[in-house]
């Protein structure tokens, strides 16, 4: 119940009537995934994440929330349990609707907020949308986490913070707190090097489903990388509202 009710409070509760008056020219989709977070994070963590980052930048940039893609591309995570996924294909093709149905209702912009390190095609549907003008933005990107991560004062490096560490925590401690259950310090695990993830998977690289450091998480650093990633996120509308 106390998810549900987290879940409530990040999906749109506009009308169309509410959108009608916005007349909003981007709107913005977040993307998360259903797996395993370890023993004491929830399976919609990547969801709750994108949801929180999506609902930011909508307030902040007066945009269009779309709910969220709360299933997609986790096969890394299986079979630890509780992961559920969907081919790229079909990630691919959903997205590819909600652009197009977008362009049809007359929001011709699109940014796609990105939970879950796993959905490589979203590359792929943000450049061949952008072959024929400026249409799509995949959101953060690298450099917008790196910037997230030193402007938070992170203790732990990306390389070393891969899976329900540091950030992942600090996120949720500051927009969803009562998601994060008793013992997450205990978690800490290290792999920094994984050469060959996409062969043998997360289960080749740890025992408890983490990468990382979930103990250095903390509300703080959560609010500071939210406040960072909405900084960020208007270089990138301007050069997505620039549309040609």
């Not at 939970?115 to 061949?128: S, W």
């Not at 990107?141 to 899976?163: P, Q, T």
């Not at 903390?218 to 990138?236: E, N, Q, V, Y």
Request: aromatic share 4%; hydrophobic share 40%.
């Amino acid at each position: 119940m106390r998810e549900a009710q987290t879940m409530d409070s990040l999906i749109t509760d506009a009308t169309s009537a509410d959108e009608r008056r916005r007349g909003p020219k981007v709107a913005v989709l977040p993307v998360g995934s259903f797996e395993q977070h370890g023993e004491h994070l929830p399976l919609t963590t990547d969801t709750v994440v994108a949801s929180m980052i999506a609902q930011r930048i909508a307030a902040d940039y007066d945009l269009f929330l779309l709910p969220p893609i709360t299933v997609s591309c986790s096969h890394e995570h299986a079979p630890m349990a509780g992961t559920v996924s969907i081919s790229a294909t079909t990630l691919y093709a959903v997205v590819n609707d909600i652009w197009r149905s977008l362009q049809a209702s007359g929001v011709p912009g699109l940014i796609i907020v990105n939970g879950h390190g796993g959905n490589y095609v979203l590359a792929n549907v943000v450049q061949e949308a952008n072959t024929t003008g400026r249409h799509i933005a995949l959101f953060p990107v690298r450099e917008d986490w790196h910037r997230a991560r030193a402007e938070a004062k992170l203790e732990s490096s990306s390389a070393e913070d891969m899976h329900g560490g540091e950030l992942e925590v600090s996120l949720l401690l500051h927009g969803a707190p009562e998601l994060v259950r008793e013992g997450i310090e205990y978690d800490d695990h290290s792999a920094p090097h994984r050469p060959h993830l996409l062969t043998v998977g997360m289960a080749g690289y740890t025992g408890n489903g983490i990468i990382g450091q979930p103990s250095l998480g903390t509300p703080a650093k959560g609010k500071a990388i939210l406040d960072s990633l909405s900084r960020s996120a208007a270089a990138h509308l301007t050069v997505l509202t620039e549309l040609t």
